[in-house]
């Protein structure tokens, strides 16, 4: 029996993104069909590297032609990725998505989280930046080794000035942190903060970018208003803690991105202190602060559930030593970085492909 292209095509028809709810071949994620005898290759092309169906979707690409083409086919599949963007946004240079990290309050590890996504994306291979733009707690200088660092700049043939960021642990990194001296208060009112902000975002060369993390100060101000109305917003991550008081401010923050003058995609809430599990009990979780407190906001919203981040003495340890702990693969801190990136990038694609029918 002879294998054609339309035969292997006609297959994988039947094999639907389960996300954006098309067939792989109407969404053209398939790509460089090759076919010898009964050699049948291609590339899967996904809107993220970062994709939690990857397996699946291979598996079923493999099994829908073995099924409807040819049983004994042998088949090779090229898995790559092609990170979308919003098409109803002016994109910012070469940024692809603006996700912003929010909280309603501080001290819910914001900044960790942030951190954590950011080497989590990158290590599934996206191009990622960091900003932090927590003007009065800027975090990722500690967090990533880099207290006292200062950023380097060049001059373009227009002669304007870039900042150049600061690139570790494959992310390219700025703060406001690395501006200050880490000892002094900055005493700045909220347009001076605006500005220094968008200098950030404009002034700096941040070349070809999938994503950009921005992890936000805590509440709902001058610099949460100033990045939603001045830059093309992806979407935006909230994170909370489960006890009650985190709870009721993290609803305010919410409600602030759904608001019409802000309007700015909700991509899900991560519940940071999740629970406590000791080694000696791995099987054991104790909710400290209590149950399913982000599942409930979630829900309340309509918003995705993105997951939990346990209480674990290693984040901490990691944070202050400049190595976040996304960096220790394997570690079950790691991989609930990793599980959530992989939605958070699933939840980014899912809207680009709703504006872009829109």
């Not at 200088?141 to 690139?167: C, D, H, N, Q, Y």
């Not at 489960?242 to 919410?254: F, I, S």
Request: one cysteine or more; aromatic letters at 6%; hydrophobic letters at 40%.
């Amino acid at each position: 029996m002879t294998i054609s292209n339309e035969q292997v095509l006609s297959a994988l028809r039947n094999v639907e993104d389960p996300d954006l709810k098309k067939d792989l071949v109407t969404l053209n994620m398939i790509k460089d069909l090759i076919i010898e005898g009964k050699k049948v290759s291609f590339t899967l092309e996904l809107t993220t590297p970062a994709c939690p169906l990857k397996d699946m979707l291979r598996n079923a690409c493999f099994n829908a032609v073995r099924h409807f083409v040819d049983k004994e086919a042998e088949i090779h599949i090229n898995i790559t990725s092609r990170v979308t963007k919003p098409a109803d946004s002016t994109q910012l240079n070469n940024i692809k998505n603006i996700i912003l990290v929010s909280s309603g309050k501080g001290g819910v590890g914001k900044s960790t989280v942030a951190s954590n996504l950011a080497i989590s994306l990158a290590d599934d291979g996206a191009k990622v930046g960091l900003i932090d733009a927590d003007i009065y707690g800027p975090s990722v200088p500690i967090m990533f080794g880099l207290v006292g660092a200062k950023p380097s700049a060049r001059e373009t043939e227009a002669g304007k000035t870039l900042i150049l960021p600061i690139e570790k642990f494959g992310i390219k990194l700025l703060s406001l942190g690395f501006f200050s001296d880490p000892d002094q208060p900055v005493p700045w009112r909220g347009p001076m903060a605006s500005n220094a902000v968008k200098q950030l975002f404009n002034d700096t060369d941040w070349g070809e970018l999938d994503y950009l993390i921005v992890d936000l100060p805590p509440g709902t101000g001058d610099i949460h208003i100033t990045i939603t109305q001045s830059f093309p917003i992806s979407g935006a991550v909230i994170v909370t803690t489960p006890q009650q008081v985190a709870l009721a401010d993290t609803r305010k923050g919410l409600a602030m991105f759904k608001m019409p003058s802000i309007n700015v995609p909700v991509l899900g809430v991560i519940e940071n202190m999740s629970y406590f599990t000791p080694d000696e009990l791995p099987d054991n979780k104790y909710y400290i602060f209590g149950k399913d407190g982000g599942k409930i906001l979630a829900e309340s919203f309509g918003v995705p559930f993105l997951g939990e981040i346990p209480i674990e003495q290693h984040i901490t340890e990691a944070g202050d030593n400049g190595t976040p702990i996304a960096l220790n693969k394997g570690s079950k801190s790691s991989l609930a970085f990793s599980g959530i990136a992989g939605r958070i990038a699933q939840q980014v694609a899912v809207h680009n492909a709703v504006s872009a029918n829109c």
